[in-house]
């Protein structure tokens, strides 16, 4: 059975940092690229990172480059998202997902489509993140 577990969330003062972790089991990790989204209280879900099965390539959304990075251990089956820089536009449940292939799509636009989430395979549970002071 395949589950991803996000964890790591908590409440922050603006300009603080977070590191969020994904534990994973019940498929080959290193085999498939990985996602971070997130979704605010009323809005639709926003994807915020990709990265490739052997985290040599990464892709971000415009709202988050340079102040976030996603990283993955895949002797440790989990992925990772530093979050720096934390802004109160910044609050949401964020999510880890899992593609059926070994990369991801990295054009913008793929992923302001209605739907787009629908092609990942998983999704596991989320971890909150509060950034207020």
């Known amino acids: 059975e395949v589950q991803l577990q996000a964890s790591g969330g908590g409440l922050v003062e603006p300009g603080g940092s977070l590191r969020l972790s994904c534990a994973t089991s019940g498929f080959t990790f290193s085999n498939y690229a990985m996602s971070w989204a997130r979704q605010a209280p009323g809005k639709a879900l926003e994807w915020v990172a990709s990265i490739n099965s052997v985290g040599l390539a990464t892709f971000y959304s415009d709202s988050v480059k340079g102040r976030f990075a996603i990283s993955r251990d895949n002797a440790k089956n989990t992925l990772y998202l530093e979050m720096n820089t934390l802004k109160p536009d910044d609050t949401a449940v964020y999510y880890c997902?899992?593609?059926?292939?070994?990369?991801?799509?990295?054009?913008?636009?793929?992923?302001?489509?209605?739907?787009?989430?629908?092609?990942?395979?998983?999704w596991g549970l989320g971890t909150q993140v509060t950034v207020s002071s």
């Open positions: 997902g899992k593609w059926d292939e070994t990369d991801s799509p990295r054009d913008h636009l793929f992923y302001e489509e209605d739907g787009w989430s629908d092609e990942l395979d998983y």
